[in-house]
């Protein structure tokens, strides 16, 4: 049986819990990653952002990770994005995968992200120093 948690949540996420979500005693391999919210992007200076998603969005995040706990490797998949203002340090994607060996877990948990990354219907608003913003992944 593999353990699949996935959330669109507003609430600060938890990387940790999200390891301790895949933990099963048939694991030699936990991979994790968080996306953090960093100061810069193409060389501006970026102050905040924030996180606006479709309605649809828990769902295909949930289509997301239930493609990845379909690979007989894995053996449990927590993956989370949150929406709404974030500040710079903040996490805005954390996934964790775990499977019997290391290199299984590194390329499940890596599928997880950009899978995520490319269908997930969450756009971001950044806001520059100099006062400007845009947004990013916008259809």
Same mark, same amino acid.
């Not at 309605?55 to 690979?71: G, H, S, W």
């Not at 499940?108 to 995520?116: G, M, N, Q, W, Y």
């Given at each position: 049986?593999?353990?699949? *948690? !996935?959330?669109?949540?507003?609430?600060?996420?938890?990387?940790? @819990?999200? $390891? %301790? %979500?895949?933990? &099963?005693?048939?694991?030699?391999?936990?991979?994790?990653? =968080?996306?953090?919210?960093?100061?810069?992007?193409?060389? #501006? !200076?970026?102050? !905040?952002?924030?996180?606006? !998603?479709?309605?649809?969005?828990?769902? *295909?995040?949930?289509?997301?990770?239930?493609?990845? =706990?379909?690979?007989?490797?894995?053996?449990? *998949?927590?993956?989370?994005? #949150?929406?709404?203002?974030?500040?710079?340090? &903040?996490?805005?994607? %954390?996934?964790?995968?775990?499977?019997?060996? #290391? =290199?299984?877990?590194? =390329?499940?948990?890596?599928?997880?992200? &950009?899978?995520?990354? @490319?269908?997930?219907?969450?756009?971001?608003?950044?806001?520059?120093?100099?006062?400007?913003? $845009?947004?990013?992944?916008?259809?």
């Amino acid at each position: 049986m593999v353990t699949v *948690v !996935s959330t669109v949540t507003d609430q600060p996420l938890d990387l940790a @819990a999200h $390891e %301790a %979500a895949v933990a &099963d005693p048939r694991a030699g391999a936990v991979v994790s990653f =968080a996306g953090v919210v960093r100061d810069h992007d193409h060389g #501006r !200076s970026v102050v !905040s952002l924030e996180y606006e !998603s479709h309605p649809n969005a828990a769902k *295909v995040l949930q289509e997301v990770a239930d493609e990845i =706990a379909a690979d007989p490797d894995v053996y449990a *998949v927590a993956v989370s994005h #949150r929406v709404g203002p974030l500040a710079i340090g &903040d996490v805005a994607l %954390a996934a964790a995968v775990s499977t019997a060996h #290391r =290199a299984a877990a590194f =390329a499940a948990c890596a599928r997880l992200v &950009d899978e995520a990354k @490319a269908r997930l219907p969450i756009w971001k608003r950044q806001v520059f120093a100099d006062g400007t913003e $845009e947004w990013v992944n916008c259809p």
